[in-house]
């Protein structure tokens, strides 16, 4: 286009290096002239203004053709493959202070052009233009249009950065260094490290490769800092300039394209482009080549946009943090992008991504498929109690200073806030954030019309909705629930109901509700962020992830349409309760299932519940009478802090019956009420004689008494095949005796010792008893096998080994352990019974001819055990054998007793 030689002078404008020619890019209305001939051939300078002469870069024409042409960045021709540094550009085309201008070709500041189209050397020059595009000699003028920068700065969402003009959290100096540490570590090397004493450590990678994978999910329930972490995340990248982009995802926001997907990548783009400088010309041209690509689909942004024009960055420490990724709307948004993330930025792609979610189900489900294997390393953000102790001290101490400062007169206890008060508060937030961050925007405020101290002492003694400054935690609350579709309201307030005032397993509420199996995860499953309940095939309650949840539930005020504590809907669960605590085990389906009635809760929910609502006493009580037997001896075992509410209502509505529970409470209690260290006298064991001469049961529970480590009397009744009338029968008798014991602190279990001396013809008590309960051992685990009994009771199963160790070698034993199947734990669960499987070989081997089938069985199952328990990471507890002799020691608790004969029988035996 240009005249060989001919020199130009162009004002405003971007000129690249394109195949030998000239392609200028216009950003100013500036006209173009030539310059003197006399100026370095080759070379040409753009003249941007006044200000800008001095900053001027010269590069050499290259020899790129035009259709593969893509210049990110001024190349050398001597490396064709490498982009010189990025300082070579100057600061209008991206965003960058270049370096001082070529000092070989010189400014001419005050050179005005001949008006008869020559130069004053006789050169001739070009045509003047207003701006322009100047590609392989022809002239492409768009003016007035934009650049493809300024499109693409059009179709971003600026709202959703994280330093945008409304303040986002950020973490506390004092709170989250640690985490903030690994993360930036984990941005800028690429490279994890564990940390064993951090109480918030939950990471995990889904892969078997030793390489770090450039995607990390960071979950959480609400309100546990997220957007904090991912703000000050940002700030550190962004002071190491290493910060690719954000983008802050928020739900229900003023600017609607906040929570828009379709924004998501061309917002990360523009942001690429200007602090990635080498990459702001591949970006505009991208944008310029098809202005239509801002508003097509993500795909195509995503690699047009980001990923093809940063393919070949030098140094990869480039990260995007996404944060609220569960916060963006439209239905199949969030597994789109995480389809489209995983597909384009493979391990090896030098872009990092960390993303920022609740753990909700559609994000859970996307990252569980197979193409995510080890494309992802996970990090849970659990209850970090510590950081947000650290940060109510560090908050208060600001508000105690600011107003200190404000007001000469303001007064504050010592020490303010108390160590009491700030327990309180931090066991309120559960270990997260919100509730703490709340409560000290509501203190601090400096407007309010009440001293900081007066404020902290309402939040301490008086939660009512009037005063809680709760409000920001009712929002995200509300919007969390409102999110779920109408239709499923009445079934999710029922189950919410059950979680206030109970702990339990999912199908527990499933058959207290009547509701269909697989119905409470469904109900939940939107609610992942609120409440956590176990994973299927895992063992756990539902429970709330903040105790501030259940507080709002229960006030109407608060919680608007989904208040759970309506007088006749409580007294509906009270009934559904009192029923399910009536069952008789006459379901084998059920009894294979998580039986509900066992848990402490279950007397404080239910005594809360019947003091909420105003029945008829008569009608309940009759209903209480009916509880199992057995649910109430394991319910009056727990504190009295735990039964004080039912046992209270009990006592005022119904006596009869407070006076037969007070009488199960004394034998729920047996053996731990009868400790002490006086002899008992003879006159005591004759009265225990004669009662097993009226009652043999008794003699069965005293012997459990002795060999037992944690006597349950209902186990009791379970190992030795008793019904429960034979129990009761035989604890009444045994009553008045105990509370003898009791009232006088006699040694009960040398009591038991003498009687069982006296009563027993030979010293051979010991193995007898020990024969007794190992049967009983493997008769309850195949009654739970069959569904007869609930297999609830599978841990009174737990010293099945010590029982069979106790006993002499004997074939039928033997041939009863062939058919005996061991507990079968799950992988999560921290029972064991590798002491068992160890004493079990010990018997074996006492043999004469030990079975070697049995011995590898067992020996089999020993392993396996505990590399189970080595992956939850619990060793052994103590020696095995040490176990076992502390057990021997601990029987031996009267000098009445015979051991050492009964010893050498066993040896006698043996031999």
């Given at each position: 286009m240009f005249s060989n030689g001919t020199q130009t002078q162009i004002r405003g404008g971007t000129f690249y290096s394109a195949s030998g020619n000239i392609h200028i890019?216009?950003?100013?209305?500036?006209?173009?002239?030539?310059?003197?001939?006399?100026?370095?051939?080759?070379?040409c300078s753009i003249d941007w203004n006044t200000e800008e002469r001095r900053r001027l870069t010269y590069g050499p024409v290259s020899s790129q053709s035009t259709a593969d042409y893509s210049p990110p960045r001024l190349r050398d021709t001597s490396q064709p493959h490498?982009?010189?540094?990025?300082?070579?550009?100057?600061?209008?085309?991206?965003?960058?202070?270049?370096?001082?201008?070529?000092?070989?070709?010189?400014?001419?500041?005050?050179?005005?052009?001949?008006?008869?189209?020559?130069?004053?050397?006789?050169?001739?020059?070009?045509?003047?233009?207003?701006?322009?595009?100047?590609?392989?000699?022809?002239?492409?003028h768009h003016f007035p249009g934009k650049s493809g920068f300024d499109t693409l700065h059009e179709a971003a969402q600026t709202a959703a950065l994280h330093d945008d003009a409304e303040s986002r959290p950020s973490c506390d100096t004092k709170t989250r260094r640690e985490l903030l540490d690994q993360l930036e570590l984990w941005c800028l090397r690429g490279r994890w490290e564990e940390n064993a004493d951090s109480e918030e450590e939950d990471s995990r990678m889904d892969t078997d490769s030793a390489a770090e994978p450039n995607i990390l999910w960071l979950y959480g329930p609400a309100g546990a800092g997220k957007t904090a972490i991912m703000t000050s995340l940002a700030q550190r990248l962004r002071d190491k300039n290493r910060l690719g982009g954000t983008f802050f995802f928020r739900r229900n926001h003023h600017s609607k394209g906040i929570s828009d997907a379709r924004t998501l990548f061309t917002t990360l783009a523009l942001q690429l482009a200007i602090n990635v400088p080498e990459l702001k010309v591949p970006i505009s041209l991208a944008v310029e080549k098809d202005p239509t690509i801002v508003t097509r689909s993500m795909e195509l942004q995503l690699r047009h946009l980001v990923v093809e024009p940063s393919r070949d960055l030098d140094d990869p420490s480039w990260t995007f943090l996404i944060d609220g990724l569960d916060e963006c709307a439209g239905e199949g948004s969030q597994e789109e992008v995480l389809r489209l993330i995983g597909e384009f930025i493979?391990?090896?792609?030098?872009?990092?991504?960390?993303?920022?979610?609740?753990?909700?189900?559609?994000?859970?489900?996307?990252?569980?498929?197979?193409?995510?294997?080890?494309?992802?390393?996970?990090?849970?953000?659990?209850?970090?109690?510590?950081?947000?102790?650290?940060?109510?001290?560090?908050?208060?101490?600001r508000i105690r200073q600011d107003w200190s400062s404000r007001y000469q007169d303001v007064e504050f206890p010592d020490p303010w806030p108390s160590v009491e008060d700030i327990e309180h508060l931090v066991w309120k937030s559960s270990g997260y954030f919100i509730y703490a961050n709340t409560i000290v925007k509501y203190v601090g405020d400096i407007s309010s019309s009440h001293w900081p101290a007066e404020l902290l002492s309402i939040i301490i003694n008086d939660s009512s909705s009037k005063h809680a400054p709760y409000s920001p935690l009712d929002q995200l609350y509300f919007d969390i629930l409102r999110a779920t579709p109408r239709p499923r309201h009445e079934r999710l307030i029922d189950i919410l109901r059950v979680v206030c005032y109970f702990d339990m397993t999912p199908s527990q509420i499933e058959n207290i509700l009547q509701a269909r199996k697989g119905d409470v995860a469904l109900s939940l499953s939107g609610f992942r962020s609120l409440i956590d309940w176990p994973e299927h095939g895992t063992e756990g309650t539902v429970e709330a992830h903040h105790a501030t949840f259940p507080d709002f539930l229960c006030d109407e005020a608060r919680s608007a349409e989904f208040f759970v504590g309506h007088p006749g809907d409580l007294q509906h669960l009270a009934c559904l309760i009192i029923e399910e605590l009536g069952y008789r085990y006459q379901d084998k389906a059920k009894n294979r299932s998580d039986l509900f009635g066992f848990d402490h809760d279950t007397m404080k929910g239910l005594g809360y519940l019947l003091s909420k609502i105003q029945v008829d006493d008569d009608e309940i009580g009759r209903r209480l009478?009916?509880?199992?037997?057995?649910?109430?001896?394991?319910?009056?075992?727990?504190?009295?802090?735990?039964?004080?509410?039912?046992?209270?209502?009990?006592?005022?509505?119904?006596?009869?019956?407070?006076?037969?529970?007070?009488?199960?409470?004394?034998?729920?209690m047996y053996p731990t009420q009868t400790?002490?260290?006086?002899?008992?006298?003879?006159?005591?064991?004759?009265?225990?004689?004669?009662?097993?001469?009226?009652?043999?049961?008794?003699?069965?529970i005293l012997r459990c008494t002795l060999l037992l480590h944690d006597l349950d009397i209902v186990s009791t009744r379970f190992l030795w095949g008793l019904s429960w009338e034979e129990l009761h029968t035989a604890m009444v008798r045994l009553l008045p005796i105990i509370n003898i014991a009791k009232k006088h602190k006699f040694n009960w279990r040398g009591l038991i010792t003498e009687v069982l001396d006296r009563r027993m013809q030979t010293d051979t008590w010991l193995g007898e008893t020990s024969w007794d309960l190992a049967v009983g051992c493997m008769e309850l685990r195949h009654s739970i096998d069959s569904g007869f009994v609930p297999n609830v009771w599978t841990d009174d199963i737990q010293d099945y080994g010590r029982f069979i160790r106790g006993c002499p070698p004997d074939l039928r034993l033997l041939e009863m352990l062939r058919a005996f199947e061991p507990p079968n734990y799950g992988k999560d669960t921290e029972s064991r019974h590798d002491h068992e499987c160890y004493d079990i070989l010990t018997w074996l081997e006492m043999f004469p001819y030990p079975p070697e089938d049995q011995i590898r069985r067992w020996t089999q199952i020993f392993a396996e055990e505990c590399k189970r328990l080595g992956a939850l990471g619990l060793g052994p507890v103590g020696d095995f054998e040490e176990r076992w002799n502390?057990?021997?020691?601990?029987?031996?608790?009267?000098?009445?007793?015979?051991?050492?004969e009964a010893r050498r029988w066993w040896d006698s035996e043996r031999r």
């Open positions: 890019q216009h950003n100013h209305h500036s006209p173009i002239t030539t310059l003197p001939s006399h100026a370095t051939p080759g070379r490498r982009y010189l540094p990025s300082s070579a550009a100057p600061e209008g085309v991206f965003g960058h202070t270049p370096s001082t201008h070529n000092r070989d070709t010189p400014f001419n500041s005050n050179y005005v052009p001949p008006r008869d189209g020559q130069d004053q050397h006789g050169g001739h020059r070009t045509t003047i233009h207003s701006g322009g595009t100047y590609i392989n000699g022809n002239v492409h493979p391990r090896f792609h030098p872009l990092r991504f960390v993303i920022a979610s609740r753990p909700e189900i559609q994000i859970r489900t996307a990252l569980e498929q197979p193409a995510w294997r080890g494309a992802y390393r996970a990090y849970n953000l659990l209850p970090a109690t510590q950081e947000v102790k650290t940060y109510l001290y560090s908050a208060f101490a009478a009916q509880i199992n037997p057995d649910f109430i001896l394991c319910l009056l075992r727990w504190s009295d802090k735990d039964q004080g509410p039912l046992m209270d209502w009990v006592e005022k509505h119904a006596k009869g019956l407070y006076n037969q529970w007070q009488n199960y409470k004394t034998m729920a400790s002490g260290s006086n002899e008992p006298p003879s006159s005591v064991v004759v009265e225990v004689m004669l009662q097993i001469d009226e009652c043999p049961v008794i003699l069965r502390r057990w021997q020691r601990r029987l031996d608790l009267s000098k009445r007793w015979k051991y050492r």
